[in-house]
């Protein structure tokens, strides 16, 4: 029989090997150790029989430039092991299930070449890094391999939930995750490098986020701890605090709202967003009162979402699953191999995306649509005169050629204060007659896409004759 018995060695000195891994440990013939570099190492060889033959894979880290690759050849150097020698023993450090990649690779290997393969478990580093930092991890710790996060460009994590990096190695993996970390943690939020948990060399160094690479504490036996922002800082406590608003112990007023009826207070958030952030103008800084409104924005849209959810229609995890998969697919000169030479070029690629997406669901593409209803008058037309001109369907430049009048009255190089009096001044003039400036303008608009969308068809059909 070849089988192979992955052992965990723990993650620190050999008393904390349990005793199926000693067992294991000390009758194995042919003990294959992932690396040397452990703790228990040197106790654990002095201890076994002068008969047992020891290998290490250490070698492969050395003539390979990837971890994949290690990982590959360790699991091949396994398998020849147990053909050639019907039993080994594979010892690697913590808890083989946990953050040890090539136990999850043997598994799938062995299963290919009818090697059998048995778990004998061992302490993670999980426990010793938590009870050296004083958090429980029922309390929800989030428990990551550092090469993940240095990946991100913003961390994939619960802030609202304790956070402990694994296998922070060496400084410049802490640079990365330090940049990753401070997309959703600020500069000063303490965190702490833990090295060598649960063991006599054990140390704790608290610091800033800022300085976390400012410093060479780094090997494979260290963890970082990051603590939880303040309570309500993450978006699931948003949604929870949305559902229970919703829920029957919840508020009367948000139980009886409906998609419909949050119309208006979403625009008018949308509104005030925008105030905001239009009142710099006249300021220097107004993040307070931008990040209010934001906040309004953004839950208007939860509310909207958890309604949909108790109505069984789609769930927060459909919208943000689907407003991602389309920023994937619409940027593939980010995520794909499509080369782009400008913003134009960007923008080219987007609209011929959207169209190729309207076709696959059977919809007819029109160059008008996008123009949302509910649009203030003044966007509203702003953002069909751009889609008509993009389509050729109107040459703004001609269109201010025929107003003479208008051209000199916004004069050479007219900048946003001038339009703003000009349409403040004619605003004052409709009210003068009795006019709505902005339903006069949405009829008008409404008028003129029907007219720009006639011009398509005719022009459509004149290329159906031809």
Known sequence: MQRIRVVGLGPGPLDQVTMAAWRALTQASILVLRTD?????????????????????????????????????????????????GEIVYAVPGHPCVGERTTALLQQRSVEVGVEMEIVAGLSFIEPVCAAVGVDPMDGVQVIDAMLVARQHHPMVDVNLPL?????????????????LLNAYPEEHPVTVVQAAGGAHQRL???????????????????VYVPPLPPHSSFTALQELVAHLRAPEGCPWDREQTLASLRSDLLDECAELLEAID?????????????EEL????????????????????????????????????????????????????????????????????????????????????????????????????????????????????????????????????????????????????????????????????????????
């Open 279 to 291: 009142a710099e103008a006249f300021m220097d800084d107004n993040s307070p009162a931008i990040c």
């Open 37 to 85: 570099r452990h703790p228990c190492i040197e106790e654990l060889r002095a201890h076994l029989p002068a008969e047992v033959a020891i290998y290490t894979c250490d070698d492969l880290y050395e003539a390979h430039a990837r971890f994949e690759e290690v990982y590959a050849a360790i699991v091949e150097r396994l398998i020849a092991l147990a053909q050639r020698h």
């Open 295 to 466: 906040g309004d924005v953004l839950l208007s849209a939860t509310m909207m979402t958890q309604i949909a959810t108790e109505e069984g229609r789609f769930r927060m995890a459909d919208v943000v699953r689907g407003v991602v998969t389309k920023l994937i697919r619409r940027h593939p000169h980010v995520f794909g191999d499509v080369a782009v030479s400008s913003v134009d070029h960007v923008l080219a690629n987007w609209d011929a995306i959207k169209a190729q997406e309207k076709t696959e669901k059977g919809m007819q593409s029109d160059p008008l649509d996008g123009v949302a209803p509910a649009l203030p008058a003044l966007e509203k037309a702003r953002k069909l005169q751009s889609k008509a001109a993009k389509a050729g369907l109107l040459d703004r430049t001609a269109l201010a050629q025929a107003n003479p009048s208008l051209v000199a009255l916004l004069g050479d190089a007219p900048d946003e204060r001038r339009v703003g009096q000009i349409l403040w001044e004619l605003t004052a003039l409709a009210n003068l007659h009795g006019v709505n400036a902005e339903n006069a303008l949405r009829s008008y608009v409404v008028m003129m896409r029907k007219r720009l969308q006639d011009s398509q068809m005719h022009v459509n059909a004149s290329d159906s004759d031809a």
């Open 205 to 223: 160094i608290a610091l800033p986020l800022a300085e976390l690479d400012h410093g060479e504490h780094f090997d494979h036996l260290t963890s």
């Open 164 to 180: 402990v990096l694994a296998q922070v190695y060496a400084r410049w993996l802490a640079s990365d995750v330090k940049l990753t």
